[in-house]
T-cell receptor, first 114, second 110 residues
Framework: NAGVMQNPRHLVRRRGQEARLRCSPM?????VYWYRQLPEEGLKFMVY????????ESGMPKERFSAEFPKEGPSILRIQQVVRGDSAAYFC????????????FGPGTRLTVL | GQQLNQSPQSMFIQEGEDVSMNCTSS?????WLWYKQDPGEGPVLLIA?????ELTSNGRLTAQFGITRKDSFLNISASIPSDVGIYFC??????????FGDGTTLTVKP
């Protein structure tokens, strides 16, 4: 059973460009969570999605950031017009159910904005 | 918002020593989780705790879910070099999202 997959593992963008981060959850999991991690800090919740629905986006910046989890295909975290402060590791996690079910994390995408 | 206070921030120990780290919160969580993160990788789940007062072991690791649901500790016995890494606690509510501590960086000297 393959784990959570994320790609790319590393992404370099210049200021003003768009970044698209992909996450394929574990097989059978329909709940996806995105977290951001700055150096030497813990993970900070961004958004929680279930197939085709955004359940909780309380951790998402109001502008430039969006997320989707279509019926078919991976979940996408999209950052428009990136700025240097967007440089971080972005992790995706998936779970089988919502409630208190365990979230399993992917290896992350390290975004560097030049 | 919910916050977790994790301590200590870092630890330097000799191989074979025992380690203890803990997390406290002003909020109640339904689930406490302990993760380990190696450089360049995502967090890997070590132990999950679902009931207040629960004490769970996984090999040399032992964790407990506090009675008040506001704290948890993780113990590592007889540390070995591969225990090196960053350990995170996380609290989870039934709303789905997890709140993470800022981590404990463990260094083990052979």
């Amino acid at each position: 059973n393959a784990g959570v997959m994320q790609n790319p593992r590393h992404l370099v963008r210049r200021r003003g460009q768009e970044a698209r981060l992909r996450c394929s959850p574990m097989k059978g999991h329909s709940h996806v969570y995105w977290y951001r991690q700055l150096p030497e800090e813990g993970l900070k919740f961004m958004v929680y999605l279930q197939k085709e629905n955004i359940i909780d986006e309380s951790g998402m910046p109001k502008e430039r950031f969006s997320a989707e989890f279509p019926k078919e295909g991976p979940s996408i975290l999209r950052i428009q017009q990136v700025v240097r402060g967007d440089s971080a590791a972005y992790f995706c996690a998936s779970s089988l159910t919502r409630d208190t079910d365990t979230q399993y994390f992917g290896p992350g995408t390290r975004l560097t904005v030049l | 918002g919910q916050q977790l206070n994790q301590s200590p921030q870092s630890m330097f120990i000799q191989e074979g020593e025992d380690v203890s780290m803990n997390c406290t919160s002003s909020s109640i969580f339904n689930t406490w989780l302990w993760y380990k993160q190696d450089p360049g990788e995502g967090p890997v789940l070590l132990i999950a705790l679902y009931k207040a007062g629960e004490l769970t072991s996984n090999g040399r690791l032992t964790a407990q879910f506090g009675i008040t649901r506001k704290d948890s500790f993780l113990n590592i016995s007889a540390s070995i070099p591969s225990d090196v890494g960053i350990y995170f606690c996380a609290g989870q509510t039934n709303a789905g999202k997890s709140t993470f501590g800022d981590g404990t960086t463990l260094t083990v000297k052979p």
